[in-house]
Every structure is written in structure tokens, then in C-alpha cells.
């Protein structure tokens, strides 16, 4: 009866040991988890791009004054003051027409007292010669001499006089008004009616039969894919909005301020970049110059190669690098490690960076936020 009666305890109390066993690994198992919770809260939370292959576009969008092929600053020297004044911006005009007309009684003036001038030497030179023909009569050699050397610097005087006034006469005669060197249209006027020139040229013309052009101001980047002779169109803003042909005459190296690419060109780091000097011709007849357009160049490479963010690459004494994200299987799931990868670049524009070596398709890349990342640094998505 006694065996029969501690049986029941004795599997009760395997019951309870069993039932905390159990406990005590769901406790572990519990907190462990809880533990790697907690952990993995802790990792830097980082966000990812996926790698992929495209050709790198490079563009740039500004805008340009048309000019003439051939222009011609007018100005007058002598500083006189502007009487009258026929024409204005955008007046058509032929060659040899009056285009400004000067005050030019002082100079009239001027020339009035050099002619008298010479009268008074010509008069004393009529006196210098009866003067002479008097010692001649009295055979006084010093008399003689005298005489004659005094006529002598007269007709020096005389002739340097006759040749001040020949001067004057001609820059009274060129100066006192501008006539159109050619048929053109002008296209800038500075000079005021009742003012001297401001020393900036007082009409500019444009010869409309030489043609057109615009000068721009564009990444080096962009010019290096352009050259001469290629086709380009050209949008004429204001009321009569149309399509212009042009053609790349000429590209030199820069002569203005860098462009910011924020503003004309792809991109949005507002880095200022090296800049080419770019001469797009314009051949039409209905262009006067001083009209405004628009340009936007649009260049692409030939190869294509994987494409990143600038935002993803970073530089260091070493070079160009990206973090990877590598996934590691673990004995409680998978983890999530920055790896440094090395990386080539062969072409980049304002915002795309094109690279050649160090990557492929579909990788997953790490963009690098606020948290510090070294290589190897466990993060989570």
C-alpha cells in the first residue's frame, strides 16, 4: 500500500521539474531575443540605393543676348557736345547715313583762329623780304644774313601753320558728325543730345548681312562632348517665341565666371565648376540683334556604367569609396555589415557620378547619414 501511495508524488514532482525546465529555457530564449532587440536598436539605422547601369547625362540651360558677327563700337574723339541725334535702338540704316551730329563752333572757331594766324605770318613774311631787298641795297653782309635767315623760320612758321589748319580742317570735317560705315542696324545708343560723350561709344552698329551669333558660358563637361560645326537649336524669346537654327562656330576656353550648376546646369550641390567658352552662329534675316534666347544642351555618353548618387561616395587619401551593405547569416537570423568598397570614377556631372570599377548591378549601396560608419559596423535597415 505504501509503494502504491508515493507513486503520484513521484510523477508530480517530474511534472514540476519538467514544466520549469521548460520555463527556464523560454526565460533564456525570452531574453536572449530581447537582448538582440535591444542591440540591433542600438545599430546606426541606415537607408540603401540600388546600383545600376545607365549612360551619364550632362546638360546645361541659360540664356544669351543675340549679337551681329560684326559689330562696330562708334564714338567721337574730340569730345564735343551731341547737337542732334536721328536714330534709336532698332532703326534699320544705309551706309554713309548721318547717325549723330555734333556742335562744332568751337572747333569752327578754333580753325578761324589758326587761318588768322597764318595771315599775320604771311604779312610779316612780305616785311621779313622788303627788309631783306633793303640790305641787299646796302650791301651790309651781317644785314644780308639776318634777313635772310629770319625768312627762312617764317616759311617754317607758315608752313607749320598751313599745316595745323590742313589738320583741323580734316578732323572738323570727319568729327563733326558719324555716318553709318556700312548698312546695319544699330543696336546700343549712348550719346544725349546737349551732352559730350561719356567716353563709352556713342552708337553701336550692327551689320545685319554678316549674320548673328550668342556666346555662352557652359560647363567644361558639356563642351568636352560638343564640337565645332554640329547643329543646335536655339529658343527667341518674347512675343514672336520660335525656334532658331544654330551652329557651334567655335568653343575656347573660358572667359566668364564659373558656372553654378544649381542654376544652369545638371546638378544641385551649387558647386562652382570650370566653364568653355561657346560660339553658336545664327543665320536669320529677321534677327536685328539684342534679341534674348534660350539654349538647353542635353549630352550623353556613349558607354553606359553603373550610376550613383554623389551623395553615396566619399573620398578619403586613398580615393573614391562607397560602403556596401553585406548581409551575414547568424545563429538568430541574418545581420547587416558596412563594407568599404573601393570604387573608380570615370565621368561625373552635378548630382550622377559614373563609375567604371569597384561595383555592380543591383548591389545595394549605403547612403551615409548622420551616424558614423566604418568598415565592418553591423547597421540595420
Known amino acids: 500500500m505504501k509503494?502504491?501511495?508515493?507513486?503520484?508524488?513521484?510523477?508530480k514532482k517530474k511534472r514540476k521539474i519538467r514544466l520549469i525546465a521548460v520555463l527556464f529555457i523560454a526565460l533564456l530564449v525570452i531574453c536572449t531575443l530581447l537582448g538582440n532587440t535591444l542591440q540591433a536598436l542600438t545599430l546606426p539605422k541606415v537607408a540603401t540605393i540600388q546600383s545600376s547601369k545607365g549612360a551619364l547625362v550632362h546638360s546645361y540651360q541659360g540664356s544669351a543676348t543675340v549679337r551681329s558677327e560684326m559689330e562696330r563700337d562708334l564714338l567721337n574723339p574730340m569730345n564735343w557736345i551731341v547737337e542732334k541725334l536721328p536714330v534709336q535702338v532698332g532703326d534699320k540704316v544705309e551706309k554713309g547715313q548721318t547717325l549723330v551730329e555734333y556742335d562744332d563752333r568751337s572747333a569752327v572757331q578754333q580753325l578761324a583762329d589758326e587761318q588768322s594766324a597764318l595771315q599775320k605770318l604771311e604779312l610779316s613774311m612780305k616785311q621779313l623780304e622788303q627788309q631783306y631787298i633793303q640790305a641787299m641795297q646796302t650791301e651790309d653782309e651781317m644785314a644780308k644774313s639776318s634777313a635772310s635767315s629770319a625768312i627762312e623760320l617764317a616759311k617754317i612758321d607758315i608752313a607749320t601753320q598751313k599745316s595745323h589748319i590742313q589738320i583741323g580742317m580734316g578732323e572738323?570735317?570727319?568729327h563733326r558728325r558719324i555716318v553709318a560705315p556700312f548698312a546695319?542696324?544699330?543696336?546700343?545708343v549712348n550719346a544725349v543730345v546737349g551732352l559730350a560723350s561719356s567716353g563709352e561709344?556713342?552708337?553701336?552698329?550692327?551689320?545685319?548681312?554678316?549674320?548673328?551669333?550668342?556666346?555662352l558660358q557652359i560647363p567644361a563637361d558639356v563642351a568636352a562632348l560638343m564640337k565645332e560645326g554640329e547643329d543646335l537649336d536655339v529658343l527667341l524669346s518674347g512675343e514672336k517665341t520660335r525656334i532658331l537654327a544654330g551652329k557651334v562656330a567655335s568653343i575656347e576656353a573660358g572667359d566668364g565666371p564659373p558656372v553654378d550648376e544649381d542654376s544652369d546646369s545638371m546638378g544641385g550641390n551649387q558647386t562652382a565648376v570650370a566653364t568653355e567658352k561657346l560660339t553658336v552662329s545664327l543665320q536669320d534675316k529677321s534677327l536685328q540683334?539684342?534679341?534674348?534666347?534660350?539654349?538647353?544642351?542635353?549630352?550623353?555618353?556613349?558607354?553606359?556604367?553603373?550610376?550613383?548618387?554623389?551623395?553615396?561616395?566619399?573620398?578619403?587619401?586613398e580615393g573614391s569609396y562607397v560602403f556596401t551593405l553585406e548581409e551575414r547569416q547568424g545563429p538568430l537570423g541574418n545581420a547587416y555589415y558596412a563594407v568599404r568598397t573601393p570604387i573608380k570614377k570615370s565621368d561625373s556631372n552635378g548630382s550622377m557620378t559614373a563609375v567604371s570599377e569597384g561595383l555592380f548591378e543591383e548591389q545595394q549601396i549605403i547612403v551615409v547619414g548622420d551616424h558614423a560608419i566604418m568598415d565592418g559596423t553591423r547597421v540595420r535597415l
Open 184 to 188: 546695319g542696324i544699330v543696336t546700343d
Open 201 to 215: 561709344p556713342d552708337i553701336r552698329l550692327a551689320n545685319a548681312s554678316a549674320g548673328f551669333r550668342i556666346d
Open 3 to 11: 509503494v502504491e501511495s508515493t507513486q503520484p508524488m513521484q510523477d
Open 289 to 317: 540683334g539684342g534679341e534674348r534666347v534660350k539654349v538647353q544642351i542635353l549630352k550623353s555618353n556613349p558607354e553606359e556604367e553603373i550610376l550613383l548618387s554623389n551623395q553615396v561616395i566619399l573620398e578619403d587619401n
Open 172 to 174: 572738323l570735317e570727319e
